[in-house]
């Protein structure tokens, strides 16, 4: 069954600090893989996206995520963590053929900065 | 920017009252979608919408549920007869000619 994982519900950093959210999947082929961020009141916005081909890939706001096959990961990354980037952080897959793209969710991780 | 819209943010309804919930997604996306989240669950598929029809539809999305893309820019779903554990924030989404979706910032349903 085609499944995303995201093993931290809850996560607690200082301003500052280094980042790594993870995304664990279960998918018959390699998907598309997503990171999209939910502040509180706001919709989901994409931070990053991976397709093909480098499997490091950068977004925007600072973030980078890194595609490992051998784990099925897409682990989301910042050096410096800001304030504002206290919000809540889903990854995705979707399908790599087919018309619809419909994109299955891990059940997100809510990211708190202390200053 | 370009950027999906929904109206209204926030709806209350009562049991068995039927809902429509609007999305104008970017102009020159041809793929449409509704996702719904029930409140500390994950974002769950319901729909997807291409060349006026339906493409997929999940479990959730029984006959209670319809989408319409009425004219050239509001994408519509529609509830029947709501039930309680409707309640959930519905979020619309459209795509272009790549593979990523551009979400709005939901409507808040809310059935007592």
């Known amino acids: 069954a085609q499944s995303v994982t995201q093993p931290d519900i809850h996560i607690t950093v200082s301003e500052g600090a280094s980042l790594e959210l993870r995304c664990n999947y279960s998918?018959?082929?390699?998907?598309?893989l997503f990171w999209y961020v939910q502040s509180p009141g706001q919709g989901l916005q994409l931070l990053l996206k991976?397709?093909?081909?480098?499997?490091l890939v950068q977004g925007i706001k600072g973030f980078e995520a890194e595609f490992k096959r051998s784990q099925s990961s897409f682990n989301l990354r910042k050096p410096s963590v800001h304030w504002s980037d206290a919000a809540e952080y889903f990854c995705?897959?979707?399908?790599?053929?087919?018309?619809?793209?419909?994109?299955?969710f891990g059940q997100g991780t809510t990211l708190q900065v202390k200053p | 920017e370009p950027e999906v819209t929904q109206t209204p943010s926030h709806q209350v309804t009562q049991m068995g009252q039927e809902v429509i919930l609007r999305c104008v997604p970017i102009?020159?996306?041809?793929?449409f979608y509704w996702y719904r989240q029930i409140l500390g669950q994950k974002v769950e598929f319901l729909v997807s919408?291409?060349?006026?029809?339906?493409?997929?539809k999940s479990e959730i999305f029984d006959d209670q549920f319809s989408v319409e893309r009425p004219d050239g820019s509001n994408f519509t779903l529609k509830i029947r007869s709501t039930k309680l554990e409707d309640s959930a924030m519905y979020f619309c989404?459209?795509?272009?000619?790549?593979?990523?979706?551009?979400f709005g910032p939901g409507t808040r349903l809310t059935v007592t």
């Open positions: 102009s020159n996306h041809l793929y």
């Open positions: 989404a459209s795509r272009g000619e790549g593979r990523e979706q551009y």
């Open positions: 991976y397709f093909s081909g480098d499997t």
């Open positions: 995705a897959v979707g399908r790599p053929s087919g018309n619809t793209g419909k994109l299955i």
């Open positions: 919408f291409y060349n006026n029809e339906i493409s997929e």
């Open positions: 998918y018959g082929a390699t998907p598309y």
